[in-house]
């Protein structure tokens, strides 16, 4: 169950909303999202890393340090 949310979420940008729709408990899917929002601080901690998604956290959901290599 925690992966497709966590996909739609992270990878499709998805609001919450939009996920519940998708047919996913309302308590869940914001248990989840509030999960990944409260810990993205740790990904600004840590040292800058290959991104191997489509999509990364924190500062990288807007533009990975190597986007230009990948």
């Given at each position: 169950m925690l992966?497709?949310?966590?996909d739609?979420?992270?990878?499709?940008?998805?609001?919450?909303?939009?996920?519940?729709k998708m047919g996913f408990d309302p308590e869940v899917v914001d248990r989840v999202?509030?999960?990944v929002d409260k810990n993205e601080y740790k990904r600004r901690q840590a040292p800058p890393g290959l991104k191997i998604t489509p999509k990364a956290f924190g500062r990288g959901?807007?533009?990975p340090i190597?986007?230009?290599?990948?």
């Open positions: 992966d497709p949310i966590l739609a979420y992270i990878e499709k940008d998805k609001s919450r909303a939009q996920i519940v999202a509030e999960m959901r807007r533009m190597v986007n230009k290599y990948i």
